[in-house]
């Protein structure tokens, strides 16, 4: 490689020199989701361990009965939410989803609600 | 990417040829199952996802401006192989006023093409074959990939919930063999969200020391930190002078692209 695009390197710039408030805004925004979504996670009954940091839930699929990658299909097929089977991420993922929380908090509701609604329907 | 087509009569147009190129190790490594999610998602509709890690905000304006007026000002031709003198200097302030460590902008920096780059670079100028390379699990996809690609051995190293998805300095010892040479860390982590506090950072330092570890730490996350600051791993004594910090734009500025 010779260098990083030239037009990137200006925009990197421009976001290390004017861009730090917006950051700070989003990352606000981003603690009030994961407190929304880790909240409504653990009360329809996938536990999930806090996340301190990044955008990512990782919660436990193991008492649905259903191997992550099953239960990311279905929760795809049946209702309508995308997440991604932990065992992508190396066994030690296995048992888990990774569930990225850099979505409104209208959605993050209404994933809560669609997969609440798909763990019921759970025998 | 090669696209597979099973269906295709015409021989002059299948891509078996290419195929036959691909080396040994390229074979040895298996497809990411993250692909077939993200085309079920794709397919359907009213689907919401939180498959991919990508923000979903819009760039900042004035930064998408600050591309468009240096195309505009001609600003289109190569830069210094290590980046924009002026970008160096800039980041070399920004990483002492948030992460209290000090790099050289003109000796100790260098700009890639994304995080991605800069690992693959890394890992591929430090591993000889054969050398163990200790990888955090569960962890970004393509970590063990690169090593695979260097003849590098990639070995897994657990951080579960037990450990609240921080990496244990026994677990860690359990990995260390006499062939192990670089451990990769990603803190806050993506998959998890686990980050690594202080003093978990000062118990992996005696090891990294002990056996002669070289770091590389993907900081890519650090700006997303909501329990207190975040803490730099080349920030713990003993560790600047054998850690490769890598950092990125993309999440914290949302510029993926």
Same mark, same amino acid.
């Given at each position: ?12 710039? +421009? ?39 990044? #955008? ?26 995308a997440v991604v089977p932990g065992n992508v991420f190396g066994n030690s993922g296995i048992g888990h989803v ?9 959605? $993050? ?15 | 990417?090669?696209?597979? /087509?099973?269906?295709?009569?015409? =021989? ?8 036959? #190129? ?15 999610? #993200? ?14 890690? +990508? ?6 304006? =004035? ?25 160096? /200097?800039?980041?070399?302030? #920004? ?38 390379? $200790? ?31 921080? $990496? ?17 860390? @990603?803190?806050?982590? @993506? ?19 002990? =056996? @002669? ?45």
């Open positions: 490689m010779l260098s990083a695009p030239t037009m990137s390197q200006y925009a990197a710039l +421009e976001a290390l020199k004017n861009g730090k408030e917006a950051m700070q805004e989003m990352v606000r925004e981003y603690h009030l989701r994961r407190n929304l979504f880790v909240d409504g996670l653990n009360r329809i009954g996938l536990p999930c361990h806090t996340p301190e940091g990044a #955008f990512y839930a990782f919660p436990s699929v193991k008492e649905t009965g259903l191997t992550d990658f099953e239960f990311a299909e279905r929760l795809i097929t049946e209702a309508g939410v990774r569930c990225s929380y850099a979505v409104s908090r209208q959605e $993050l509701t209404e994933a809560i609600r669609r997969m609440d609604e798909f763990i019921r329907s759970l025998p | 990417m090669l696209s597979v /087509k099973t269906d295709n009569a015409c =021989h002059s147009r299948s891509n078996q040829k290419i195929r036959d #190129f691909i080396s040994d190790r390229a074979k040895a490594i298996p497809p990411s199952g993250i692909r077939r999610f #993200f085309d079920l998602a794709g397919q359907m509709e009213d689907v919401i996802s939180l498959g991919v890690g +990508e923000p979903d905000y819009s760039t900042p304006w =004035h930064i998408c401006d600050a591309a468009i007026s240096s195309i505009e000002q001609g600003h289109t031709a190569y830069t210094s192989n290590t980046g924009m003198e002026p970008l160096r /200097k800039e980041l070399a302030d #920004f990483i002492r006023n948030q992460y209290q460590i000090e790099y050289d902008p003109i000796s100790e920096m260098i700009i890639t093409t994304g995080v991605s780059e800069g690992l693959d670079i890394v890992i591929r100028a430090v591993t000889n074959p054969g050398d163990e390379v $200790l990888v955090i699990d569960p962890s970004y996809v393509s970590y063990a990939p690169c090593v695979t690609m260097a003849g590098g051995v990639p070995i897994p190293v657990p951080c579960t919930e037990k450990t609240r998805f921080r $990496l244990s300095s026994d677990v860690l010892m359990e990995h260390i063999t006499p062939k192990s040479k670089v451990l990769i860390l @990603n803190f806050p982590n @993506n998959p998890t969200g686990g980050v690594m506090r202080r003093e978990d950072l000062e118990a992996i330092a005696d090891i990294a020391i002990d =056996h @002669n570890l070289l770091i590389l730490s993907d900081e890519v996350y650090a700006e997303l930190t909501y329990e207190g600051r975040h803490t730099a791993t080349a920030s713990i004594d003993g560790l600047w002078d054998r850690t490769v910090t890598l950092s990125g734009f993309s999440k914290a500025f949302a510029m993926t692209g």
